[in-house]
């Protein structure tokens, strides 16, 4: 069960590095190279998305399944078991959610600069003509 939340937390990372990396400045023929390169990437990394969603969907069963600990037969050791899953699962839908989030940001910050290079473009014809 842990490993599945060890491969999105590096997923994750990846996604922060990438987007370090698409909003630094860079020289316009670097940042054309990086762009296009990481567009190459984001077809196949799409699959994040549907893995962290069915992740969140996992997370909402389980806690809509979970058995209530908040009576006054559980013990201490029991109660905080039950508060560790929690906060365990609370920080998994963080996880999920900015792993989806992140993605689409990396989208965006693609498609923006792929258009400001076609507008650029277009403006180099029209001054030719």
């Not at 909003?23 to 316009?28: A, H």
């Not at 910050?109 to 473009?121: A, F, P, R, S, V």
């Amino acid at each position: 069960m842990a490993l599945q939340w060890l491969i999105l937390s590096y997923v994750v990372a990846a996604e922060v590095v990438i987007a370090v990396i698409l909003t630094l400045p860079y020289p316009m023929l670097l940042k054309k190279r990086i762009v296009s390169l990481v567009s190459l990437i984001l077809q196949p990394a799409a699959s994040v998305v549907a893995f962290a969603g069915f992740q969140l969907l996992d997370l909402y069963w389980k806690n809509e399944h979970r058995l209530m600990c908040s009576s006054e037969v559980c013990t201490a050791t029991e109660r905080d078991r039950y508060e560790k899953s929690i906060y365990k699962a609370q920080r998994n839908v963080v996880l999920c959610a900015a792993g989806i989030l992140l993605y689409w940001c990396i989208y965006r910050i693609c498609k923006y600069n792929k258009d400001l290079e076609h507008l650029e473009e277009l403006e180099k014809r029209y001054k030719a003509e």
